[in-house]
């Protein structure tokens, strides 16, 4: 399938969407810097500007009950099955401009500029979902959570510092928080794809502006501490002491280690308290936190059982008391490989090499993997820098993005029956 007009070049398409990445920079909340959340209306602009957009470019528009923006390109066929393109529209505070946004518009691009004498042989919905970073209630991939029939209504209760609830905040986007416990998966989805900044490095490394997405790794999320005696800086001998942060460097150490032995595997401590906190005062007590990421479920796992072993030694060793409480694990989400396959076949379309990395940061796939088949499309960032201001993508990478997808979904229309039919997975929730 080819562009719907002569000087709609892939170039041209690539410095409209750009161009209108820029326009949903201005839909802020704070002056200066990026940021919407749930339910603002600096949201509820950027929502409104799609629509009009997505009505521009002859898509049937509506809001669902979280608010989600759904333009619908309909196949001849009521009754076809649906294809989702998309990717989420709010932001984190200070955000940059592309995480989330381009995927929504690199979606709506292919559904505007597919041929339409072509008709598909599924329903192409595009998807700007309206929560996915979770700024205002922490209430990570909330869109995506009611689309894929997932949103647990307690969620509903949850408030800002302001007091606002969720529920006045998805009123606030014409959703529906009265239907957001009903919400169901559609049973007739082939699959959703999700076109995103790679957030990370590799894409540079390789000299390459796109990759396949292999799967979303599993993460495990710790918190610990170790508690040993407060004491004197000058008066204690070093054989007495029982120092809590001697211990914690120690396990950061072999936790840094374990990872870059480890093929795939990350581990980050991320927060690290040190009580009473004084510089001449031995520390009596230290509370971590232990993030531990894999795209293979049994990596992770044995990561961690190795991490709590150490950790206890360490404790053991320097006869200190010691706490450890696991506070989320999510599985690893697999990519579609029908879905894959298409992303691969339209990168290698536009002339590119084909590479797949994993995602070590979560997507709104995550949920949708609940509903259907799911992969995903890494563009190129520079530095690999993102959830910052200084989020960077090039028209090239943009052009190559946009060919990639179409192809895909060209390739798709003409082998819909292949694609990997839905398949009952347990909920990946954050």
């Given at each position: 399938m080819t562009p719907s007009h002569a000087d709609s070049s892939p170039a041209a398409i690539a410095r409209t969407i750009l161009d209108q990445c820029d326009a949903l920079a201005a839909c802020?909340?704070?002056?200066?810097?990026?940021?919407?959340?749930?339910?603002?209306p600096a949201l509820a602009e950027a929502i409104a500007l799609a629509d009009a957009w997505m009505t521009a470019a002859g898509l049937?528009?509506?809001?669902?009950?979280?608010?989600?923006?759904?333009?619908?390109?309909?196949?001849?066929?009521?009754?076809?099955?649906?294809?989702?393109?998309?990717?989420h529209i709010d932001s984190v505070r200070d955000a940059g401009r592309y995480d989330g946004p381009l995927g929504v518009l690199l979606a709506?691009?292919?559904?505007?500029h597919l041929v339409p004498a072509e008709p598909l042989p599924f329903h192409?919905?595009?998807?700007?979902?309206?929560?996915?970073?979770?700024l205002r209630f922490h209430t990570t991939y909330l869109g995506s959570r009611a689309l894929a029939g997932c949103?647990?209504?307690?969620?509903?209760?949850?408030?800002?510092?302001?007091?606002?609830?969720?529920?006045?905040?998805?009123?606030?986007?014409?959703?529906?928080?009265?239907?957001?416990?009903q919400c169901t998966a559609p049973g007739n989805l082939l699959g959703y794809i999700e076109a995103h900044i790679e957030q990370g490095p590799m894409l540079e490394i390789l000299d390459a502006p796109l990759a396949v997405v292999s799967a979303?790794?599993?993460?495990?999320?710790?918190?610990?501490?170790?508690?040993?005696?407060?004491?004197?800086a000058g008066t204690v001998a070093m054989q007495l002491r029982r120092d809590a942060l001697a211990a914690a460097s120690e396990f950061v150490l072999a936790a840094e280690t374990l990872a870059r032995e480890t093929e795939?595997?990350?581990?980050?401590?991320?927060?690290?308290?040190?009580?009473?906190?004084?510089?001449?005062?031995?520390?009596?007590?230290?509370?971590?936190?232990?993030?531990?990421?894999?795209?293979?479920?049994?990596?992770?796992?044995?990561?961690?059982?190795?991490?709590?072993?150490?950790?206890r030694a360490i404790a053991d060793n320097r006869s200190l008391g010691f706490a450890w409480q696991e506070i989320q694990s999510n599985p690893a989400v697999p990519m579609d490989p029908g879905l894959s396959a298409a992303l691969a076949a339209g990168i290698a379309a536009g002339g590119h090499p084909v590479h797949r990395l994993p995602s070590g940061a979560g997507h709104d796939a995550v949920m949708m993997a609940n509903?259907?088949?799911?992969?995903?499309?890494?563009?190129?960032?520079?530095?690999?820098?993102?959830?910052?201001?200084?989020?960077?993508?090039?028209?090239?990478?943009?052009?190559?993005?946009?060919?990639?997808?179409?192809?895909?979904?060209g390739g798709l229309a003409g082998t819909c029956q292949s694609v990997s039919t839905p398949q009952t997975r347990p909920a990946h929730l954050p």
């Open positions: 802020t909340e704070e002056s200066g810097r990026i940021t919407r959340g749930y339910g603002s049937e528009t509506r809001r669902d009950a979280a608010g989600n923006l759904i333009g619908r390109r309909p196949a001849s066929d009521a009754d076809a099955p649906v294809l989702i393109l998309g990717s709506l691009a292919v559904a505007e192409l919905d595009v998807v700007a979902f309206s929560d996915e970073e979770g949103f647990d209504p307690v969620l509903l209760e949850a408030a800002d510092p302001d007091g606002i609830t969720l529920a006045d905040a998805c009123r606030a986007l014409g959703g529906d928080p009265g239907s957001l416990a979303i790794a599993g993460q495990t999320r710790i918190a610990l501490g170790f508690s040993g005696t407060a004491g004197h795939g595997l990350l581990a980050t401590v991320g927060d690290l308290r040190v009580l009473p906190g004084a510089s001449n005062v031995i520390p009596g007590e230290t509370r971590l936190t232990l993030d531990v990421r894999s795209p293979e479920d049994p990596v992770r796992e044995r990561a961690v059982a190795m991490l709590e072993e150490t950790a509903a259907c088949p799911v992969a995903m499309l890494f563009i190129r960032c520079e530095g690999g820098v993102s959830h910052n201001p200084a989020e960077a993508v090039t028209e090239h990478d943009v052009t190559a993005a946009y060919v990639a997808l179409a192809s895909a979904v």
